[in-house]
């Protein structure tokens, strides 16, 4: 039996629409696979009631497709589902990694990219790799029509997540179709910094190149008491704040010695709005690892 814990990750951080990803220390999904002769999924762990084991419908499912590798797969969730922490894509992040291994398949890490991509399209519409890539690879990434470009990186973060569920699917429905030159230049500007901050491991440089004008405003819109949880969070010392993902967690950057009240702003001002939010505190780090038994 193969093990593999792969991270839960946050898209777009804000001016990366599509494009950027990191991967989290916590929480995770650890996946085990042993082979068979046709593919079984079970699940459990956090939010386990709403994801199907039936192998058309689960990511996973469509990973053991892609590598051709049918297997009995065990998928015990840290990462909630249609939280905006790249749920599904830890899933098919480990799911491609374990069963690469279980088959002798020989594909990189940069070659599994695609592969767990597969299990994006079943449940979101399309194959967006911004999600399963740091899964898969760790630190900060970069993932555009050419490939995936990755740096290791070192910045601490707050994950919140409201006890609400906006799934990706519906989140695309509001992004807009046209932007303001205005805007774009704005946001292009934010995503340099916000890559110089990462290859930097500078806090502050990579909060203030959160900041979007385009795709952000939609999304928050979607998440009760966004606005609240973004003031509090930089009343109490964050460096940036934004939508994780396509929401409802709401993902902030900051000082490693902020980040305890940070987490609690957050945690209150969503209480302050009546919703409950548990704030994960932690950093931007290592991608899926596999262990042998
Ligand atoms: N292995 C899996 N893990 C989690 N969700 C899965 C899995 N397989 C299928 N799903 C389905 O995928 C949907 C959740 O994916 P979605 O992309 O909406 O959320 P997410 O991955 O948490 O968010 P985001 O991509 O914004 O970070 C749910 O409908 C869930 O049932
Ligand atoms: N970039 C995708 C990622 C979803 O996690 C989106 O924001 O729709």
Known sequence: MLTVRAPATSANLGS????????????????????????????????????????????????????????????????????????????????????NELYDR???????????AEGEALVSGEAHADNVAPSLLGGFTVVTDDGVTQIDASIPVVACLPDMAVSTRDAREVVPERAHM???????????T????????????????????IVTPER???????????????EAGATGVTV?????????????????AVAAAMVEAFDAVGVDSRAYQTVVGDGARLYTE
């Open 16 to 99: 990366g629409f599509d494009v950027f990803g990191v991967a989290l220390g916590t929480p995770a999904d650890v996946v085990r696979v042993e082979r068979a002769p046709e593919t079984t999924i079970t699940v459990t762990g956090a939010g386990s009631q709403y994801i199907p084991e039936d192998p058309a419908k689960n990511t996973v499912g469509a990973v053991a497709d892609a590598l051709d590798a049918p297997a009995r797969i065990r998928i015990d969730k840290g990462v909630r589902p249609s939280s905006g922490l790249g749920s599904s894509a830890s899933s098919a992040a480990a799911a491609a990694v374990a069963l």
């Open 106 to 116: 020989g594909l990189s890490r940069r070659e599994l990219v695609p592969i767990a």
């Open 182 to 192: 205005s805007d774009v230049v704005d946001t292009v500007g934010s995503a340099a």
């Open 194 to 213: 916000l890559t110089i901050g990462m290859a930097r491991n500078d806090p502050e440089l990579v909060g203030r190149g959160m900041e979007d004008e």
């Open 220 to 234: 928050s819109a979607l998440i009760d008491g966004y606005d609240r949880v973004r003031e509090a969070a930089f």
């Open 244 to 260: 994780s993902g396509a929401g409802p967690g709401v993902l902030a950057a900051c000082y490693r010695s902020d980040r305890r």
